[in-house]
Every structure is written in C-alpha cells, then in structure tokens.
C-alpha cells in the first residue's frame, strides 16, 4: 500500500514536472525569430504557408494552446519547417523513422558496459591495493575525465583511419540486425561504452569494498563460511543493491551523450535531429525531442527509485 501511494504521488509529481518544464521550452524556443532559410533543397513559399497555416505568427498564448489542443485532439506534434530534409514533414513520423538508430547503439553500449564493467568492479575490490587494482583505477579516473566526443575521436583516429578495422561512419540502410551494420557500429559503441564502464567499475568497486570490511561479513566467517562463499553468498548480493539501480540512470546519462556522438559517427538517429533543430530553429521538432529526453529521465529517475525496493525487500518507500 505505501509502494502503491508512493508510486502514484512519483507519477503525479512526474507529469507537473514534465509540464513545467514544456512550458518553459515551449515560451522560450517561441520568442527567437522564424528565419526562413532558402538554401538548397528548401522551399520559402512552402516554408512561408506553413508558418501561416498553423498560425506561427500569432500571440505565444494562443500558439500554446493551439499547439496543446492539437496533440490532444488529433495527435498532431507539428511540421517541419526550416530543417532542409524535413520541410513539410510530419515531426512525429520523421521522429520515429530516427528513433531505432539512436535506441539500437544505446542497448549494444549497455550490453557491452554492464558485464565488462561490474565485473572489472569486482576484481578491483577483490585485488584492494595492489597493482591490479592501482591500473583499473587509473584507469577508471582517465575515461571518467575525458569526454566522450575525445574518446570518439581517438577511437575513429585509431581503430577506422589508422587501421582500418571499421567504417569511419554507420553504414547506410536500414538493415539494422546485419553483421555489416553492427560492424559500422563498433565504433560509436566503443566511445560510449568507455565511460559507462568506468562508472560502472568504480561503483562496484566501492560498494564492494565497504560490503568486504563490514562487521557482518567477518561474522559469516567466524561461522565457518570461506572466503569464496562469504563474498558469492554475501558480500555480493548486497553490493548490488545500489549498482543495479543505476544502470538505469547510466544509460539515460548514454542516451545523452549519444547527441555529440551520433554526428560524429554519422549516425542517423534522434540525437543528431535535435541538434539540427536547434540549429535551424525547427520549433516542432525542437518540442517533440526535448520532450522526449525529458520525459525519459523523468521515467528512469523513478524506475530508479522503485528498483530500490523491489531489489532489498528491507527498503519500503513511503513508509513513515
């Protein structure tokens, strides 16, 4: 019952969250100028009827309620309009053609970064103070520091140009399962999944650490446990407790970073759109995917929350 109260008053606080912050993009984005842009490609009368038609050009008000009203009665999010691909386009179709991209890299890097890096957490703990231990945490310190369009480029430098074991960029198409396709992918997964692991390592380690020196875990092996059985059966399960939880918070932390990183491996997904919108000053497409991102975090910050729970039956949320 206080989960249930809990979860309902997250949600409630959610959507007031998700609201306010919409508004604010949306007064905020609707007080720079529509620039027309007639570069190649584009259409400034097609351009000019748009703005027109949906009434672009009237009170931010009205605008807003228009725009609101829209996505409530037909599910309309808007058209394109100064993007050079996406004139006249439906936002939430070219939306969801973008959409697997972005997803896919996002999954293959979490995959990748969740065994590699809690189990590099595990032998750090296990190996305390010495030199194994020394080496990972350098180098967890190194690809925490280091942000991850340098980590892009050092990797595209290396492993594409230099040696020329993947494309420099996503292969085209749309046969996103293919061998070749997850081969034009490595190198984008690679860039993201270096600082995810180190996130994930230093995590494991430290709560691994604390678990290994508690007064709990020399108790079991005053009982007869060994070392090996005391760490599996104890020393473990409750390290996990804070790690599991977070995955989910680090791969919204991926999702973000992806924006810089799309461009940079020509990666036809969301996070390259929202750059162009906001470059072109595309309004449509700019609400759609900031809502988007926003609503996402909002969601992980409260699967995060109630993981907690699910996973220690001891934690009860909401509970006075």
Not at 10 to 28: E, K, P
């Amino acid at each position: 019952m206080y989960m249930f109260k809990y979860i309902m008053k997250r949600i409630g606080l959610m959507f007031l969250s998700f609201f306010i912050i919409m508004t604010i993009c949306f007064v905020l984005i609707k007080m720079l100028p529509i620039v027309i842009t007639t570069g190649i490609g584009q259409d400034a009368n097609l351009q000019e009827e748009i703005i027109k038609a949906r009434g672009y050009r009237d009170p931010i008000i009205q605008q807003y309620f228009n725009y609101i009203w829209r996505i409530i009665s037909r599910g309309d999010f808007g058209m394109g309009i100064t993007m050079p691909e996406c004139v006249g386009k439906p936002v939430w179709e070219a939306f969801i053609t973008r959409l697997p991209p972005t997803i896919l890299i996002n999954v293959y890097s979490t995959l990748f970064a969740v065994p590699i890096g809690i189990l590099l957490g595990i032998y750090a703990a296990l190996r305390k103070n010495k030199i194994q231990d020394h080496v990972i945490s350098t180098l967890v310190i190194v690809f925490i520091s280091v942000p991850s369009y340098v980590t892009a480029s050092v990797i595209q430098y290396v492993l594409c140009y230099k040696l020329k074991l993947f494309p420099l960029t996503m292969k085209e198409g749309y046969d996103y399962f293919s061998w070749t396709m997850f081969v034009s992918l490595v190198p984008c997964i690679l860039a993201m999944s270096a600082g995810s692991i180190a996130g994930y390592a230093r995590g494991t380690r430290a709560e691994l650490t604390e678990v290994l020196t508690s007064e709990y875990l020399l108790l079991a092996r005053t009982k007869g446990l060994t070392k090996r059985q005391a760490i599996f059966r104890h020393a473990l399960r409750n390290a996990m407790v804070p790690i599991f939880p977070s995955i989910i918070g680090e791969f919204i932390s991926v999702l973000s970073g992806s924006l810089i990183l799309e461009s940079i491996f020509g990666i036809p997904g969301v996070g390259k759109m929202y750059l162009a919108s906001i470059q072109s000053l595309d309004y449509d497409f700019f609400m759609l995917l900031s809502g988007f991102y926003c609503l996402v975090g909002l969601i992980a910050g409260i699967v995060v929350d109630i993981s907690y729970g699910l996973i220690d039956p001891r934690i009860r949320m909401g509970a006075k």
